[in-house]
């Protein structure tokens, strides 16, 4: 199940609350009814609990109990397939969830069946040293089919375990001791868990099979939301989901200390974490917020985060030790500089142009000093307002406005910066549940910057940035360069407090391009696409189970500011042409058919000590920048933006642009390690927030 603080990209949040009896503390069922009408009431699409529903809610309360299929047998979930899967909806609807018990029961009695015989696979003779692998990519197992084949899973699965601990100096004897300690606590919360937490997961069950953005949140993940949603938060500064028993980083907090490493990446897996002077634990299968938990802490203090990585065609393992902090996120102010970039004409004409760059990390702003009109307040807009007069003063051509970090933030905020492109003009429409849309506008009839600008967009950029860079494209006031598209989250959620029942969080309504076009799941497409390896990761609202659709309303009225007529097709010869003789890039390329070719293999945990899949030391690799940093040297993708935009400027300029050059001395790479980590080699391979 993903967890709201990994799965949303946040553009503002609306706070509504429902009254229930403060004496209530545990779920009923027939409060499970009544919270999912209050669900369906307000869901932009679902507004009855059906066969299609019932059918979702099944697959996903399965998962739920069992992510690792480590437990049930392929024969218990038929035979619960066969009673409860097309009929849950009728259940909930009578107001009966004994059914709920069935599930509970045969989970109940296999959870015992393996902690009955776990210290007898502990206390096996492990051979370290034959080829063998820990499947994690679960969509390639199914349950198991015997007891035999469940028996070799957990073998294997505590083998991993044995390796984890044996890899930090822990002797053999010792590190089975510590693992059969681990079960056995493991088993001591189980036999605590109450009714209710197999209600609480129901209901996320079945809010998830709304679409992935929609859920139930117990009090624990409402308290974790609302840290996630404010303004400062320790840890290091990750969002997470959870997927099939996999704890994944979905994106990185600029300024955060997981973003200073350099040394993580999006769509890194967590295997395991390790405390300051203490143990790695293996959080494989281990609910999300237990995870969290473990990696947040004291600031100051430090974590070590076991990672698997699958790039470039190979799959690595490395450990990542971190300082946990408080991060503010109303720090992560835009940012900007200017670069010269040496530009020919077809004409004849050579000369440095002066580009700009302004990186923004999020369409922010404190929504606490706003309202009590503190005349210094975060804002983005205000920020970013700052930063263009900076470099219209500076005497830039064009213009790079980065949002490939960017996740989202304030709708509002959005706006008001897209406006600076443009007079007043449609940014977005909204449409809810009942089909009602609303046009938002930009009412400011001044524009802050008329000049050549491109949008750098990457698989990351989401919700809010998609909005500005769809305005930006539908206006033709500017190309959208990068990745192939945006992440594709064109939905808003509506966030209702349950008081001592948790939360639910309903996705009420849906973004529209002034064009009419939905950001849903296609997101927003590239005029012009610069090779990357993020393009062939599963980085995107497409690869969520259950995602809404795309679609389309009556496009609004708007001013074609005739600022694209056909110079993508030119822009991208350009481009390709420079990119093939580039050596950044040729190595690049060289990656990505790796990467392509191992797609369909990927994510398999060796159990040999000498692996025969090259594990990674992150201090010999070269370091991961920063985005917000708004460095050149380790970033191609930047260096070519900017080549780009030249050619872009020229055209608009009304002159066939020839070559676009930057300055070797801009995009040498840089060998410094600076904010060296105490990261540790391990000895073992593998193949796939806080």
Known sequence: MK????????????????????TAFSLTCPQIKDLINISLKAHLSFHDFNEELSQRTFENYIKTLDPGKLYLYESDVKGLADKYKNNIHKLIKARKCNFINDFINIYTLRFKE????????????????????????????????????????????????????????????????????RYYLLNKDFQEETLDT?????????????????????????????????????????LLRSEDG???????????????????????????????????????????????????????????????????????????????EKIKLEERKAKSRVVSVDVESK????????IGILNLPSFYIDFEGQSRKSKDYTSSAHDVLEELNKLKTAG??????????????????????AGFFFKEAPVVQVKDGDGATNTYMDEDKGIVYEGPMSVLISRQSASASEIFAGAIRDLNRGIIIGDSHTFGKGTVQ????????????????????????????????????????????????????????????????????????????????????????????????????????????????????????????????????????VRLENDPTLQESLRITADYTQLLQGQTPVSSKLDPALTKKSKSKKNKLNTKKTGNGIKKRK
Request: no cysteine; hydrophobic share 35%.
């Open 114 to 181: 393996v902690n009955d015989k776990v210290n007898e696979l502990v206390d096996l003779k492990h051979d370290f040293n034959i080829d063998e692998y820990l499947e994690l990519d679960r969509k390639k197992i199914g349950f198991a089919k015997d007891e035999k084949e469940l028996k070799d899973r957990w073998r294997k699965r505590i083998k991993f375990q044995l390796l984890q601990l044996i890899s930090t100096g822990v002797k053999e004897a010792k590190a089975k001791e510590k693992i059969k300690k």
């Open 246 to 324: 996999f704890v994944t980083i979905v994106s990185l907090v600029p300024g955060g200390s997981a973003s200073k490493s350099k040394k993580l990446k999006v769509e890194d897996k967590i295997v395991a974490v390790k405390q300051q002077n203490g143990d790695p634990v293996d959080v494989i299968d281990m609910n999300l917020k237990d995870v969290v938990d473990k990696i947040r802490g004291p600031e100051g203090t430090t974590v070590t985060l076991t990672i698997v990585r699958d790039e470039k065609g190979k799959t690595s393992k490395f450990d990542v030790t971190l300082k946990r």
């Open 347 to 354: 004409e004849g004409k050579k000369r440095s142009m002066k």
């Open 494 to 629: 509506n966030l209702q407090d349950l008081k001592k029942l948790g939360g639910i969080k309903i996705t009420i309504s849906s973004f529209y391009r002034p064009s009419g076009s939905s950001t849903q799941l296609k997101g927003v497409d590239s005029d012009v696409v610069i090779p990357s390896i993020s393009d062939e990761l599963d980085i995107g609202e497409k690869f969520y189970d259950y995602a809404l659709p795309w679609d389309s309303i009556k496009s609004a009225k708007y001013q074609n500011f005739d600022m694209i007529k056909n110079y993508p097709s030119i822009l991208s010869k350009l481009s390709e042409k420079r990119v093939k003789t580039d050596e950044a890039f040729t190595d690049l390329l060289k990656d990505i058919e790796k990467q392509k070719k191992k797609k369909e293999d990927k994510y398999k945990i060796s159990l040999k000590k000498d692996q025969d899949i090259k594990s990674t030391d992150p201090d010999k690799d070269e370091e991961l920048e920063e985005i917000n940093d």
């Open 396 to 417: 830039i051509e064009g213009l790079i406005v980065d949002l490939r970090a960017n996740g989202g933030g304030s709708l509002t905020e959005s706006i008001k910066i």
């Open 3 to 22: 967890f709201s603080m990994a799965r949303m990209f946040r553009y503002g949040v609306v706070f509504i609350g429902m009254f229930v009896s403060s």
């Open 198 to 238: 197999f209600y609480e997961r129901f209901l996320a069950s079945f809010t998830t099979a709304l679409d992935p953005h929609s859920e139930y949140l117990s009090n624990d993940e409402l308290k974790d939301f609302r840290i996630a949603t404010s303004l400062a938060m320790e840890g290091i500064g990750a």
